[in-house]
């Protein structure tokens, strides 16, 4: 990857994209990056399509803009990847991660026969609905970002997942989203 590594997230407001760039954010600024995070909203209403921006460097970073060419793409929400520009600007060296059941294979062939980027495929929500109860596929996608890229070790993402949810949910809640993130990590596939 490049200098600076820039992250799209593209989601819909309440799946947790922007909570998953601020928590990639914050474990590679512990784990001594340069970090930016910021989201992008439509209309501020639960369920509309935003994005959310992850930068991650070994020298400060002095760009303030959203992400154009990402070198990285997250989609949390297969409904919105036609209509939402998703693909666009991906670099041809690129990664795409898709929250799906679908195989990395399929998603090729329906979206991006042409394309150079790799795909990556994991079922985010039927993880986190089986770990947490809930369909929030951010954890899940989180973890899988941590293998195919490895920004940020597994060990320090899970550590930093269980302190922000212990603090704000408690320790049962802290572990599922643990078991959730590993879950990702293990079980992503790709071309």
Known sequence: MTDVVEIRWHGRAGQGAKSAAYTLAESAGRAGKYIQAFPVYGSERAGAPMMAFTRIADKPIRMHEQ??????????????????????????????????PKSPEEIKEKYAKDATFKIFTADGTTIS????????????????????????????LSEDV????????????AEANQHALKRGYEEVKGL
């Open 67 to 100: 992400i154009y060419t990402p070198d990285v793409v997250v989609l949390l929400d297969e409904t919105i990847l036609e209509s939402a520009g998703v693909l666009k600007g991906l670099k041809p060296d690129g990664i795409f991660l898709m929250n799906t």
């Open 129 to 156: 609905i089986e770990e947490m109860g809930r369909a929030f596929p951010n954890i899940p996608l989180l973890g899988a970002l941590a293998k195919v890229t490895g920004l940020v070790p597994l060990e320090r």
């Open 162 to 173: 269980y302190q922000m949810f212990a603090a704000k949910r408690g320790e049962k809640v």
